[in-house]
């Protein structure tokens, strides 16, 4: 801890010292002019009454006690003047990256969404500093969160979706049904295509999620689906996969349980041509893998100017010197002054 303006006790000290000599100067004075004033006869009487010699002393006492308190909160607060700071070197270097969250949404999916949302709470409790977006996709895609570093509104929004999606299931008309507050349904928007679940088309709409292609930056998806197409996509799986291997971003696919046979290998085939791979909900450790294939392969910062960060501490002298008044006062009125 250091003091920005440290002559401020010094001062304080100075100031004492000088009413002090100047008290002095005026005290001999008076006595010399007191000179010409007749005493009182016979009070040695009164002077050596106990009575008034334990008066006399306590008043002593608490002057005394007053004058030292007073000189506390004195310095006290020319320490809580003089500014008493910390000092640190603050890193600012930012983690590079950049993920999208891509949901399918489409009928197939709706026992397994409730699962896949929880594993997407679990990768972002995981991650510091990236940048996240979510995209749910069925026909069409919509965004639900652009890419972002607020992780306490992504988990919020994170958790809410999941309370949708997790909310009678069966019944299809709670499901477009919307929020009861009057928010639209985390399924509008999505239904604008000819089909259902167009991976194709809902791949290569997470693809353009990402913001500012010229500047390097990792770019990352993880894509949850069945891989259950149902209708004639713009796009294809392949060609979305070219797409996102053009733009350099690496996809991670999160599958439903008891997904096999060829929707999931050929789900596995093309997002292993993107360096990325296909994890099954139910592994318990698909979380930390894709965690891990992140946060090792793709690790980019981007290296800050170092900040100074000053801290103010005036708590401990101010909380001195008003305790030190509250005595000043306290003997005062305990003297009757």
Known sequence: MELVFAWMPLAAAGLVVTVVVVLVALRKRADRGERGILSAAHTERLLALPEYRGAYRRALVKL??????????????????????????ADTDRVNRDIVLCLDVSGSMTAADAAIVGRFLELVEQFH????????????????????DDYDYVEEKLASVQDEVSSDVGDVGDLFGGDPDGDPPIWAGTD?????????????????????????????????????????????????TSFALEREVRVYGITPSGMFGPDEDDLRDQLRRTGGEVFGVDDT??????????????????????ELVVIDHPGWPFRIAVLALWGVLFLAWRARI
């Not at 506390?72 to 003089?82: F, K």
């Not at 353009?208 to 294809?236: C, H, K, M, W």
């Not at 690790?299 to 800050?304: I, R, S």
């Open 64 to 89: 005394g006690g007053m004058v030292l308190l007073v000189l506390v909160a004195l310095g006290a607060l020319s320490v809580v003047a003089a500014r008493p700071i910390t000092t640190d070197i």
């Open 129 to 148: 500093g990236e940048r996240i977006a979510l995209v749910v996709w069925d026909s069409s895609a919509a965004q639900v969160f652009p890419l972002n």
């Open 192 to 240: 604008l295509g000819n089909g259902s679940s167009l991976i194709g088309d809902g791949l290569a709409s997470c693809v353009l999620r990402f913001d500012n292609p010229d500047l390097e930056r990792s770019r990352t998806i993880i894509l949850a689906t069945d891989n259950a197409l149902a209708g004639d996509p713009i796009v294809t799986l392949e060609e979305a």
């Open 285 to 306: 450790g698909a979380g930390q893998n894709i965690v891990d294939e992140v946060l090792d392969d793709q690790a980019t910062t981007l290296e800050g100017v170092p």
